[in-house]
């Protein structure tokens, strides 16, 4: 049988206010999706199941949404057994008739947790409800590390580069970065501790590094640059041990805060006077692992301690 999916008439809607959803439970979705800043479709193809002897479709089947970041489509579907059956047939009769296609049925309770293995949303049903802004979603951040790593990898052209991650915030943007830096790299970490109440301002390192940095190339890589205190201080004990070189890569920057300028080389993205979590950095060790950069309901940052968002904190 020769058998095409029919391109649609129509450029498929993309955003809430172009769909016509046929269900309340697709429009919230689609919000979800919003919220986390997941490109989507809204029924973009029809794929015919079965034709006559005449060649007329008989059948046909059209997945309500298609991510097209992820090469995705999705089903949505309730509880409601008839339902389910009769999808899980189309489905079954679609991916035998269409094997290059990925897709999903996903169940209203499923949307977290699909999201989730997806890397796209929210890790958790708690997570999620703490969460207010979205601020960089997943596939932001993956382009701009795309660019940010070739960008290091034409500067450095021709060296050896060592780059230092500053623990824990970094740890995401740490082992994403370097994977688009074609280069020879090396990579170490320290664990630097600073305090609110101290006065000197003194940045204490409570893990060194354990590469020599002598006569190398090295890029210091932060997850956050705030008052550039922590920043000064390592850059001036790392200048001690003679490198060739040392620059700085962030990720973010909340240059609204600066009290110390020190020149920042790579800048993922610039951010406003927030308080942010995700993608490595934490309130009170949690939300590390969210895949994007989120503001968080001030609720959801009051429940322990005497530390305020903002405040300096052991291991950064
Ligand atoms: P700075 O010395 O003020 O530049 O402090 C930088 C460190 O403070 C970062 O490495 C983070 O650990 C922490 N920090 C600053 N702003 C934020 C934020 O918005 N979210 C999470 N951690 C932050
Ligand atoms: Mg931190």
Request: aromatic share 8%.
């Amino acid at each position: 049988m020769n058998i095409r999916p029919l391109e649609a008439k129509a450029p498929a809607p993309t955003t809430v206010d172009d769909a016509r959803f046929a269900h309340e439970s697709e429009e919230e979705f689609a919000r979800i999706l919003d919220f986390y800043g997941v490109r989507w479709q809204y029924e973009p193809r029809t794929f015919p199941l079965r034709q006559d002897d005449d060649g007329r479709i008989i059948e046909a089947f059209s997945p309500d949404f298609y991510l097209p970041d992820f090469d995705l489509y999705l089903e949505l579907t309730t509880l409601k057994q008839g339902l389910v059956t009769d999808k899980h047939r189309k489905m079954r009769r679609l991916v035998e008739l269409y094997p290059d296609i990925q897709i999903k049925l996903l169940y209203k309770r499923d949307y977290l947790s699909l999201l989730a293995k997806y890397g796209i949303g929210a890790v958790n049903e708690h997570e999620h409800m703490a969460v207010r802004e979205v601020l960089i979603s997943a596939t932001e951040i993956e382009h701009r590390l795309k660019e940010l790593g070739a960008q290091i990898a034409e500067d450095y052209a021709g060296k050896e580069l060592l780059l230092i991650g500053v623990l824990k915030g970094v740890a995401c943007f740490m082992a994403d970065l370097m994977r688009h830096i074609s280069l020879p790299v090396s990579i170490d970490f320290m664990t630097i501790s600073s305090y609110e109440g101290d006065r000197s301002g003194a940045v204490r390192i409570v893990q060194d590094l354990t590469e020599t940095i002598h006569g190398r190339d090295v890029l210091i890589v932060e997850d956050i640059i705030d008052t550039g205190m922590t920043l000064q201080h390592l850059m001036k004990q790392l200048w001690l041990r003679e490198p060739a070189s040392l620059r700085v890569c962030t990720l973010l920057d909340k240059r609204a805060r600066r009290l110390v300028e020190t020149k920042l080389d790579y800048v993922g993205f610039e951010i406003a006077d927030e308080f942010v979590v995700g993608y490595g950095l934490d309130y009170q060790q949690r939300f590390r692992n969210l895949p994007f950069i989120a503001t968080v309901r001030s609720e959801a940052l009051q429940n322990s301690s005497n530390q305020t968002p903002g405040s300096r904190k052991i291991e950064s």
